[in-house]
């Protein structure tokens, strides 16, 4: 087996690892019925980044980011559900209007990507606003830190 291969394997197993990891997390949030605080805002941009990267895995036809971002995009669509039907009032109703935006966006790269589908889309755009995407999803976690840092700073005062 090529040293390629067995990257591309390596690397498989620990996205689909990466997706699996808030699993416990959400189960425990739905049997007790709360998000106890926790935003869903990390699973939305995991959900716009699989399916932007599942997107592009069509258009180059790569079954590994197939496989990847599919798995990715049924779990955190899982996640989201899960946290939708948990919340109530005005939260739910953000929610509801990030995932209609974010499936706006999807729709757009979509058919955009589909309308102009070439070289330069394959190797420029849609790699482009994913990698966006992908950084955004890595950061959306770091909101709850930067939100706990200021509030402990502005405590000591």
């Not at 049997?31 to 939305?44: C, D, M, N, V, W």
């Not at 599919?70 to 509801?96: D, H, M, N, P, W």
């Amino acid at each position: 087996m090529e040293l390629a291969t067995l990257f591309s394997i390596a690397a498989t197993i620990a996205s689909v690892l990466l997706f699996l990891s808030p699993l416990k997390d959400v189960q425990k949030a739905k049997e007790l019925k709360s998000t106890r605080g926790q935003s869903a805002l990390p699973f939305l941009f995991m959900w716009l980044n699989c399916c932007l990267w599942g997107l592009y895995g069509t258009q180059v036809k790569l079954l590994t980011i197939l496989v990847v971002n599919g798995t990715g995009a049924i779990l955190s669509t899982y996640y989201f559900i899960t946290f939708f039907q948990i919340t109530k009032g005005a939260e739910r109703v953000q929610y509801l209007l990030a995932m209609l935006g974010a499936g706006g966006f999807v729709l757009w790269a979509a058919l955009y990507s589909q309308h102009y589908v070439g070289p330069y889309v394959e190797t420029n755009f849609l790699p482009w606003i994913a990698t966006t995407v992908c950084v955004l999803m890595f950061a959306s976690p770091l909101i709850v830190v930067v939100s706990i840092t200021i509030y402990l700073f502005f405590m000591t005062f």
